[in-house]
């Protein structure tokens, strides 16, 4: 709930746009925007806005939170070649951008017609400028005869808010459901967190691990906890680098999770309530290097049986926790199948699902380094049955040329655990309604390389 001012809480105006605590609260995206609110309040006050000059303003914040503008914040272009997690943060920035564009054109429009009492007098702030491009228009309001100093910092340090909390919600599918944390400068207490997350995602292909640091900084305040990373036993002063974490009040976790892995996000997060939750926790997967995985040959395996009859019992899975080790955690997929059980790391699983490839137009989320044409074949011959997959020695693969794991009449957790078994390259999730194609070389130029899985699984439900 949006803090309240208490008589020990100096009240808004003066040079004081908030009354947060010290120590910081937790607000969700729309309480921190209506905790903003006193800044544009300022700037329609100081500058005796009409509602004509509410349009110019309007036009500047979607401007600002656009992608492809001249006045844009986030310089990213998004494009076929680029990476999947640049296409998912992007495709986040438009959607944040534009629905914080709507709150700010509705809260402009309210504000010019009833105002925000400010008890203790107008504000004047100090606002360090981040180099936000204005448009013309904008510039003539707020530093032309108009304007003027005041006007400027108020708006300033409000349009960079907004900014930063567009910025703070892209790791999160469920954005507005987040709990960001909030001290005194806002969430100015971000700014270092997410220079370094906006400069790996513009410069570089972003790591899944610098997306779940930035993330946990937004809620938290920190990006990780002075402990050992995963099972290797070195100390790492930043954190170990992890998959997801626990914060007081929840989990943020990959949207696979509760979502069909041939059309989940590969990099976002969801935020997932959690009373019991009440310490900052790292979620890390058990081997933070799976080339050094001992390996096993698919065709090594009993083979799948292709005779005819009743299929194999369903398999059941469920996500089980292990316990917390210096400020750390690893968790497993559990799986039983006729009375017998298999666990597989779930770190694993998740690395999977994301560099698993997904067919072209099966999504709508093509590859990177997808062919320009794949050209239908014969079927690949079939291999071990799942749950024999699931229960082998080290990580699934092959060199002897495709080969198809049948995941159908499987459930979602079952085909992710899969995932963590295999070997996580030339894997391909396909969808057992479509042809299989043959993929453009993907092996190594020394001929080593892994050759093509093809896990089948059940095509996408119909909404």
Do not use: K
Not at 271 to 283: C, I, L, Q
Not at 370 to 392: F, I
């Amino acid at each position: 709930m949006p803090i309240a001012p208490t008589p020990s809480t100096p009240a808004l105006g003066g040079s004081r746009w908030n009354t947060f605590p010290a120590a910081g609260t937790a607000l969700t995206a729309r309480e921190f925007f209506t905790a903003t609110e006193p800044l544009l309040q300022g700037v329609i006050d100081d500058n005796a806005l009409t509602a004509a000059d509410g349009e110019v303003l309007e036009a500047q914040i979607r401007a600002t939170l656009a992608l492809g503008t001249r006045e844009t914040s986030l310089p990213l272009a998004v494009g076929p070649g680029s990476s999947p997690a640049a296409r998912e943060l992007g495709t986040q920035a438009e959607e944040i951008g534009h629905e914080l564009a709507s709150w700010a054109a509705a809260a402009l429009e309210r504000l010019l017609a009833d105002r925000i009492a400010l008890p203790a007098g107008p504000l004047v702030v100090r606002s360090h400028c981040y180099g936000h491009l204005l448009t013309p228009p904008a510039t003539d309001l707020l530093l032309g005869r108009r304007g003027g100093p005041v006007t400027m910092q108020l708006y300033n340090e409000w349009l960079h808010q907004v900014v930063l909390l567009r910025d703070a919600l892209l790791p999160f599918t469920n954005w507005q459901d987040v709990p960001l944390l909030i001290t005194p400068t806002g969430l100015r207490h971000i700014e270092p967190a997410r220079d370094a997350f906006l400069t790996e995602l513009l410069v570089r292909r972003i790591r899944h691990a610098s997306i779940v640091a930035f993330a946990r900084h937004a809620v938290t305040g920190t990006s990780g906890t002075s402990s050992t990373s995963g099972t290797s036993g070195t100390p790492n002063p930043s954190g170990p680098a992890g998959y997801g974490f626990e914060a007081s009040g929840g989990t943020a976790l990959p949207a696979v999770l509760d979502q069909p892995p041939l059309s989940a996000p590969r990099y976002l997060l969801t935020w997932r309530p959690d009373p019991a939750a009440d310490e900052t926790v790292t979620h890390v997967a058990e081997l933070r290097d799976y080339y050094a995985a001992p390996r096993t040959l698919v065709e090594h395996l009993p083979p799948a049986t292709t005779a005819p009859g009743p299929r194999p019992g369903r398999i059941t899975g469920r996500v089980v926790a292990g316990p917390v080790a210096g400020g750390a955690r690893t968790a497993a997929i559990e799986l039983t199948h006729d009375g017998a059980t298999a666990r597989v790391d779930l770190g694993q699983a998740l690395r999977g699902h994301r560099f698993a490839h997904r067919p072209d137009g099966a999504t709508g989320d093509v590859p990177a380094d997808a062919p320009v044409a794949d050209a239908p074949v014969a079927d690949p011959p079939a291999a071990a049955d799942v749950w024999t997959a699931l229960r082998a020695s080290g990580l699934v693969w092959t060199q002897a040329g495709d080969a198809v794991l049948d995941a159908t009449g499987q459930g979602d957790l079952v085909v992710l655990a899969l995932l963590g078994r295999l070997y996580p390259e030339n894997v391909t999730l396909h969808p057992a309604d479509r042809p299989v194609t043959h993929p453009a070389e993907r092996a190594t130029a020394s001929g080593d390389g892994p050759s093509r899985l093809v896990v089948r699984i059940d095509p996408p439900q119909a909404d």
